[in-house]
């Protein structure tokens, strides 16, 4: 029995996608989450930017309320790289390990996204153990 999460704190990986179908960049984020709202961090392959750098740095800040999660990635890679913030909105499942909704830049370009979590693996398998242990002691 899975046991139940109370933050989003962890690894997540994911993927947003572009409008009409369009190509999908997947991303790496480290979550921190204390009483609702949470910071953290993301990587992601360099697809857009003209440099040398193969993997694009965010920062994000949101708040979790509920099922409802809001958070906004912002980017700064130098004077002429991305300088700008995209809104995400979405809602995460009951056991706090997949989040998908909505990227927004503008009222004209927007797309969807979703996330996992990464730590699921290890954490059932610590829950097995214990359950196991519970079992042999009876």
Do not use: C
């Not at 509920?66 to 809104?87: D, L, P, Q």
């Not at 830049?105 to 979590?117: H, I």
């Amino acid at each position: 029995m899975s046991k139940r999460r109370s933050s989003l704190t962890g690894s997540w990986s994911g993927a947003y996608r572009y409008p009409n179908g369009g190509h999908e960049t997947v991303f790496n984020a480290q979550i921190e989450e204390t009483a609702g709202a949470f910071v953290g961090a993301t990587q992601e392959p360099n697809e857009f930017l003209n440099t040398t750098d193969s993997v694009l740095h965010g920062e994000i800040d949101g708040y979790r309320e509920g099922s409802a999660v809001r958070f906004t990635k912002f980017y700064n890679h130098g004077e002429e790289g991305a300088r700008h913030s995209i809104r995400y909105e979405g809602s995460v499942d009951a056991n706090l390990s997949r989040i998908e909704g909505r990227w927004i830049v503008s009222s004209a370009w927007s797309g969807t996204f979703f996330m996992t979590r990464d730590d699921l693996g290890a954490e059932e398998a610590v829950e097995r153990e214990a359950e196991a242990s519970i079992e042999t002691r009876k």
